[in-house]
């Protein structure tokens, strides 16, 4: 799994240019699925058949895309101004390498240095057109012969074991769900079951709308990233979701309410597995469920997250525990589903 995953958060793969990751996935599922295809939007949907015929009953999907900036323009210096694709906090962009375009050409995220600021500017987080990509260009001309207007750029970061059972890495918000599901392919499953690797899940699940729209399934589990909160200057009463200490089920975001009656199921199943879980307290943000839960007539939709701290920067942290977790509640919950009439 770690090996798995150390591939997939190497590959860049910024919201509608999640080419690489997708290639990666399709060569490891296509050894697995009975039947895969790579539907419009650039999702990926692998059915595997399972020892019970149940069709489309159960969808598993997890989005393998990530946060990246996009290049809008060109000064006449040869700098790249840029916007962002999908939430990000600009505080952490100042002076983080990235990788530009198809040629993933090296780049530094510049801005005025700091002993140039005025005291007002000194006591504000600077507005996104105040940074710059540095790609070492001299002029606009120099600029346009290495990158064009669209391209766009991911965090250049190396993931690595870091301290005491944690992974360090790129996207690992997005790429822990991928690689649990590529997992479970490998397994001789008890029924049916439909994989889907969603695109453009940061910028407003638009993949998995389609993809789910496609399947109509009956019932559908989201795995993600959750922000943990297990930080230092966070209340202690707002610490539930933390790393080590399990799956997170959360039971809302601002997108979907979780079917309660599989939320239940999943709660009972890790309590009885002795499965490490916990409750994700935090309701904001949205992902993919949202989109999957309002798909055609509707489906039942629950969700299950791996927790992971700075999420959308080049160095998110999990753990190895947690994800194993994740990869034995969602197994667990298959073996649950087979068994129904």
Request: proline share 3%; with cysteine.
């Given at each position: 799994?770690?090996?798995?995953?150390?591939?997939?958060?190497?590959?860049?793969?910024?919201?509608?240019?999640?080419?690489?990751?997708?290639?990666?996935?399709?060569?490891?599922?296509?050894?697995?699925?009975?039947?895969?295809?790579?539907?419009?939007?650039?999702?990926?949907?692998?059915?595997?058949?399972?020892?019970?015929?149940?069709?489309?009953?159960?969808?598993?999907?997890?989005?393998?895309?990530?946060?990246?900036?996009?290049?809008?323009?060109?000064?006449?210096?040869?700098?790249?101004?840029?916007?962002?694709?999908?939430?990000?906090?600009?505080?952490?962009?100042?002076?983080?390498?990235?990788?530009?375009?198809?040629?993933?050409?090296?780049?530094?995220?510049?801005?005025?240095?700091?002993?140039?600021?005025?005291?007002?500017?000194?006591?504000?987080?600077?507005?996104?057109?105040?940074?710059?990509?540095?790609?070492?260009?001299?002029?606009?001309?120099?600029?346009?012969?290495?990158?064009?207007?669209?391209?766009?750029?991911?965090?250049?970061?190396?993931?690595?074991?870091?301290?005491?059972?944690?992974?360090?890495?790129?996207?690992?918000?997005?790429?822990?769900?991928?690689?649990?599901?590529?997992?479970?392919m490998r397994e001789q499953l008890p029924m049916d079951c439909t994989f889907v690797f969603t695109a453009q899940r940061e910028v407003g699940a638009r993949g998995a709308f389609g993809a789910a729209f496609s399947v109509q399934p009956e019932i559908a589990l989201v795995l993600e990233g959750a922000p943990a909160a297990d930080l230092a200057g966070v209340p202690a009463h707002k610490k539930a979701c933390a790393l080590g200490k399990g799956a997170a089920i959360p039971f809302m975001d601002r997108g979907v309410m979780v079917d309660r009656a599989l939320f239940e199921t999943l709660r009972a199943l890790a309590e009885e597995g002795n499965i490490p879980w916990q409750l994700r307290e935090d309701t904001s943000g949205s992902g993919d469920a949202g989109a999957v839960q309002r798909t055609a007539a509707g489906v039942r939709t629950a969700v299950v997250a791996v927790p992971v701290r700075y999420p959308h920067t080049p160095a998110t942290l999990a753990s190895e525990a947690d994800i194993e977790a994740v990869l034995q509640l969602t197994r667990a919950f298959i073996n649950h589903l087979s068994k129904e009439d």
């Open positions: 799994m770690r090996e798995l995953l150390r591939r997939l958060c190497t590959l860049p793969g910024v919201s509608s240019w999640e080419d690489q990751v997708r290639d990666c996935i399709v060569e490891v599922a296509r050894q697995y699925a009975t039947e895969l295809r790579v539907d419009a939007m650039g999702n990926v949907i692998a059915f595997k058949e399972g020892d019970r015929a149940t069709g489309n009953k159960l969808l598993l999907t997890a989005h393998m895309d990530e946060v990246g900036l996009m290049v809008r323009s060109i000064t006449d210096e040869g700098y790249l101004k840029f916007d962002t694709v999908g939430p990000m906090d600009r505080r952490v962009l100042l002076g983080k390498r990235v990788l530009v375009g198809p040629r993933l050409l090296p780049a530094v995220v510049g801005l005025k240095a700091y002993h140039l600021v005025s005291r007002d500017e000194e006591k504000n987080v600077p507005k996104l057109e105040d940074y710059y990509l540095d790609i070492g260009a001299k002029s606009r001309e120099e600029a346009q012969k290495l990158v064009c207007l669209g391209d766009v750029a991911a965090f250049d970061s190396t993931p690595e074991v870091f301290g005491g059972g944690l992974l360090k890495g790129r996207a690992l918000d997005s790429r822990v769900g991928c690689a649990v599901l590529l997992w479970l």
